[in-house]
């Protein structure tokens, strides 16, 4: 998922070459849960326990998790999509959430597999590294990028626990993955303890942050992709361009918690999980942009 989503928002940027989401209702915070955790606020909305650095950042991400519950409801019977937890990165925060390539392969080990002849297969950090390196994109800008589910483990160092320190025993939450993992599994591996009524977590960046991402690698990656004369011809229309590419990593995130919702189905088989994952991407592609499908398809046809 990883690769496919930034290669798709790269392919964006190509062929377009060739708002503000609306207040979020703030509750009381719950005492367990710090106020701040590495310059980000904690924000209780409705839908979600945000950290991030500031309340537009919060709005944009109950707005979001709004979309995908109102899908939800459209088009299943159940379960209820829950409450999140989201760990958000800015524009202005220093690091990102998952320190290493290493640990996000480990996290994305965490989620369900998507067995089936159209599932995207799992990249091994090798491939996770040359792919970057054939992007042009930075890996300490990918993983401040990075989209991603999060365990007790990966929410312990968040908090600022040695690592190691809260590796799992057998049989909780993060060595069964985040689809099976309550708030009280990921309670007894972590510092940072998570609200009962908190059933995903993941962290993201923000749209600002996807969209200036994307303007920093976009020159490299076009001109490896088109050639020079072809990226010097449209430099001056990357910043226009980023803004549509940049909504890959939306997709990516939505993507990302429809997994870990669909896992909860258990009526579902692997086939059926795998079919309606892919079903929502596409769908959930071409709301976002109409150009998404379309980079997606390529990025898939390119391996």
Same mark, same amino acid.
């Given at each position: 998922?990883?690769?496919?989503?930034?290669r798709a928002? +790269?392919?964006?940027g190509? $062929?377009?070459?060739?708002?503000?989401a609306?207040?979020a209702?703030i !509750?009381?915070a719950p005492a367990? !849960?710090?106020s701040?955790?590495?310059?980000?606020?904690?924000?209780n909305?409705?839908?979600?326990?945000?950290?991030?650095?500031d309340?537009a950042?919060a709005d #944009?991400?109950d707005?979001?998790?709004?979309?995908?519950?109102?899908h939800l409801d459209r088009t299943y019977d159940r379960?209820? *999509?829950g409450?999140?937890f &989201? $760990?958000?990165?800015?524009?202005?925060?220093?690091?990102g959430v &998952?320190?290493?390539?290493?640990?996000l392969g480990r996290?994305?080990?965490?989620?369900?597999?998507m067995?089936?002849?159209?599932a995207p297969?799992r +990249?091994?950090?090798?491939?996770r590294?040359?792919k970057l390196e054939?992007?042009g994109l930075?890996e %300490? !800008?990918? !993983?401040?990028?990075?989209v991603?589910p999060?365990?007790?483990a990966?929410?312990?160092?968040?908090?600022?626990?040695?690592p190691?320190?809260?590796a %799992?025993p057998?049989?909780?939450?993060?060595?069964s993955g985040?689809?099976?993992?309550?708030?009280?599994?990921?309670?007894?591996?972590?510092?940072l303890?998570?609200?009962p009524?908190?059933s995903?977590?993941?962290c993201c960046?923000t749209?600002k942050l996807?969209v200036?991402?994307?303007?920093?690698?976009?020159?490299?990656?076009?001109?490896r992709? +088109?050639g020079?004369a072809f990226?010097?011809m449209t430099? %001056? *229309? $990357?910043p226009?361009?980023?803004?549509?590419?940049?909504?890959a990593?939306?997709l990516?995130r939505?993507v990302l &918690?429809?997994r870990l919702?669909?896992a909860?189905?258990?009526?579902w088989s692997?086939?059926?999980?795998? &079919? #309606?994952? *892919?079903?929502?991407?596409?769908?959930?592609a071409?709301?976002?942009?109409?150009?998404?499908?379309?980079?997606?398809n390529?990025?898939?046809?390119?391996?």
């Amino acid at each position: 998922m990883f690769n496919r989503f930034h290669r798709a928002s +790269m392919l964006v940027g190509c $062929i377009v070459l060739g708002g503000c989401a609306r207040p979020a209702v703030i !509750l009381p915070a719950p005492a367990e !849960l710090p106020s701040e955790i590495r310059g980000r606020r904690l924000w209780n909305t409705e839908r979600a326990y945000v950290y991030a650095r500031d309340r537009a950042a919060a709005d #944009e991400t109950d707005a979001w998790i709004g979309e995908l519950q109102a899908h939800l409801d459209r088009t299943y019977d159940r379960p209820a *999509l829950g409450k999140g937890f &989201v $760990i958000i990165t800015d524009l202005g925060d220093e690091e990102g959430v &998952v320190p290493t390539l290493e640990e996000l392969g480990r996290l994305d080990q965490t989620l369900p597999s998507m067995n089936g002849p159209d599932a995207p297969p799992r +990249m091994t950090v090798a491939e996770r590294r040359r792919k970057l390196e054939e992007q042009g994109l930075a890996e %300490p !800008l990918a !993983l401040k990028i990075a989209v991603a589910p999060l365990d007790g483990a990966a929410l312990a160092l968040v908090a600022g626990a040695p690592p190691g320190s809260a590796a %799992p025993p057998n049989g909780s939450a993060a060595a069964s993955g985040p689809h099976v993992a309550t708030a009280t599994r990921l309670n007894a591996v972590m510092e940072l303890r998570v609200p009962p009524d908190a059933s995903w977590c993941i962290c993201c960046p923000t749209r600002k942050l996807g969209v200036e991402t994307t303007k920093s690698f976009a020159p490299i990656a076009v001109e490896r992709k +088109m050639g020079k004369a072809f990226a010097a011809m449209t430099a %001056p *229309l $990357i910043p226009v361009a980023a803004q549509e590419a940049a909504k890959a990593f939306d997709l990516a995130r939505d993507v990302l &918690v429809f997994r870990l919702w669909a896992a909860k189905r258990s009526d579902w088989s692997d086939a059926k999980r795998l &079919v #309606e994952i *892919l079903r929502y991407q596409r769908e959930r592609a071409l709301r976002l942009s109409p150009l998404l499908p379309i980079a997606l398809n390529k990025a898939r046809e390119e391996g």
